[in-house]
């Protein structure tokens, strides 16, 4: 079976799971350009180049699709965790499959892990499903879930979605006739927008529970916070509930590393965090 793979590096173990199948052949890696420091495509670039496996990262065009089918007898285009909506070429014989970290129909959208979090939702998993015109919407081939527990954070979670797809990648392309053919039509479903700064912002009058969930759901991707006169990122803090009398906001102690703020009740330990000075 000859796919072609657009991607980055949040779900790269698919691709090398898909590389070392016998009955797999990878033609083309898709991916675009990143950070680096938030978003990663090295290893899927590594994996690529490794494999001599010819490598893009302009957007995938309609002509790139025709090509893949009609040229280079493709049989499936691969995406996972993709920048770019592929575009669906009927009239080449086009089947697509996408990798989407949530239970679908819940949860669709461009990063939706947060939302697991931040909802308080008590289970997650990966679902793969055919590629149409609408985001996220083509039927269901084959779906996994999991337990989200009361600590969870975004890398963890991101980790265990990781691995599940990997799984359910091998599961499906090793018989990938029969799961086409048998894949369930989508019904219902929620779309969780792209976080707004205020999602993903948080301050001292808040719950102890609201600011840790809020820090928990975006990790290392920084949440925001507002003391001392400046705007802070967060990327992880210890939060309890304790009884005092402090105003919230107020710096109730310094170590060389870390602040001690109150919260309306209780206390924030900022261990990692740094100045935002992205307004100036």
Same mark, same amino acid.
């Given at each position: 079976m000859r796919i072609a793979y657009c991607g980055y590096d949040f779900f790269y173990t698919c691709l090398k799971k898909l590389l070392k199948m016998e009955t797999v052949e990878v033609i083309r890696v898709f991916t675009f350009d990143t950070d680096n420091q938030y978003n @990663?495509?090295?290893y899927v670039t590594k994996l690529a180049e490794e494999n001599q496996i010819p490598i893009t990262t302009r957007k995938i065009s309609e002509q790139d699709v025709r090509e893949l089918f009609l040229e280079h007898h493709c049989d499936c285009i691969v995406t996972a965790g993709y920048l770019y909506r592929i575009p669906v070429v009927n009239d080449v014989g086009f089947r697509g499959v996408n990798i989407h970290p949530t239970l679908l129909p819940q949860g669709r959208g461009r990063w939706p892990l947060?939302? #697991?979090i931040l909802k308080?939702? +008590?289970k997650n998993? #990966?679902?793969l499903h055919k590629i149409n015109d609408q985001f996220d919407e083509g039927d269901i081939l084959l779906q996994r879930s999991f337990p989200v527990n009361e600590r969870e +954070?975004? !890398?963890t979670l991101s980790c265990r979605c990781q691995m599940m797809a990997e799984q359910l990648v091998e599961t499906v392309f090793s018989d990938f006739e029969r799961y086409w053919k048998n894949a369930v039509p989508q019904t219902?479903? !929620? @779309?969780?927008d792209y976080p707004t700064l205020e999602e993903m912002s948080f301050d001292f009058s808040m719950s102890v529970k609201e600011i840790d969930r809020v820090i928990r759901a975006y990790g290392k991707f920084d949440s925001c916070v507002r003391f001392a006169g400046k705007d802070w990122l967060v990327w992880d803090a210890n939060c309890w509930h304790e009884n005092h009398n402090y105003q919230p906001?107020?710096?109730v102690h310094t170590t060389n590393k870390e602040y001690l703020i109150a919260a309306k009740d209780g206390f924030v330990c900022l261990r990692f965090y740094e100045e935002d000075k992205s307004n100036g």
């Open positions: @990663y495509n090295k947060p939302f #697991v308080g939702l +008590d998993g #990966v679902t +954070d975004l !890398e219902g479903g !929620e @779309y969780w906001g107020t710096i």
